[in-house]
């Protein structure tokens, strides 16, 4: 996450979000600091843990401060 802004960029723990057709299926295993300086990053992490074979999607959304990006995710996966 890249805060541009010139005011520090407060997150919280439920700063980014899974959601979609296989949300259970990805996790966020690091969240972004609370505090983003200006013009200062932070990541996070998500890891992909498929329950099932073939292309797994979800959505990734990121709040921060009144902002809000969603994104969309994927992995494929073996037959098990």
């Not at 949300?23 to 013009?39: E, Q, T």
């Not at 099932?52 to 995710?73: K, N, P």
């Amino acid at each position: 996450l890249f805060n541009r802004g010139p005011e520090e960029l407060s997150c919280s723990p439920q700063t980014v979000t899974v959601s979609g057709t296989h949300a259970d299926d990805f996790r966020v295993v690091r969240a972004p600091r609370k505090r983003i300086a200006p013009r200062g990053h932070a990541r996070f992490a998500v890891e992909f843990q498929p329950r099932a074979g073939g292309t797994r999607i979800a959505e990734i959304t990121v709040r921060a401060g009144d902002a809000s990006i969603r994104f969309a995710i994927a992995g494929t996966a073996a037959a098990k």
